[in-house]
């Protein structure tokens, strides 16, 4: 069994920057492809970066340029630089384990508690 543990979020301005983490434990890490989604209130939760087990990763046209998915396969660990925040942006955000299949992410439905990321105007 996959247990995920998301941590980073907080409260900041617009234009300011935050670092999520997702520690994972249970399964070998490195044998999954991870992402990172989001739910804002009222909104249907939306995939917002993904990277496989090699590295390459793909992100939401609203991230585009902004946040930066990593991973640190030695420490069993995920990360999501986010940078240039915006309101829209305000949500919990949610880590993830899946696999790529013909270039889509398809989740394996293990979630963590959530991290909240509210950013002001």
């Known amino acids: 069994q996959v247990q995920l543990v998301e941590s980073g979020g907080g409260s900041v301005q617009a234009g300011g920057s935050l670092r999520l983490s997702c520690a994972q434990s249970?399964?070998?890490?490195?044998?999954?492809?991870m992402a990172w989604y989001r739910q804002a209130p009222a909104k249907q939760r939306e995939l917002v970066a993904t990277i496989t087990l090699g590295g390459s990763t793909t992100y939401a046209d609203s991230v585009k340029g902004r946040f930066t998915i990593s991973r640190d396969n030695a420490n069993n660990t995920m990360y999501l630089q986010m940078n240039s925040l915006k309101p829209e942006d305000t949500a919990v955000y949610y880590c993830n384990v899946g696999q790529v299949s013909a270039g889509n992410y398809k989740s394996f439905g293990v979630w963590g508690q959530g991290t909240l990321v509210t950013v002001s105007s």
């Open positions: 249970g399964r070998t890490f490195s044998t999954y492809a």
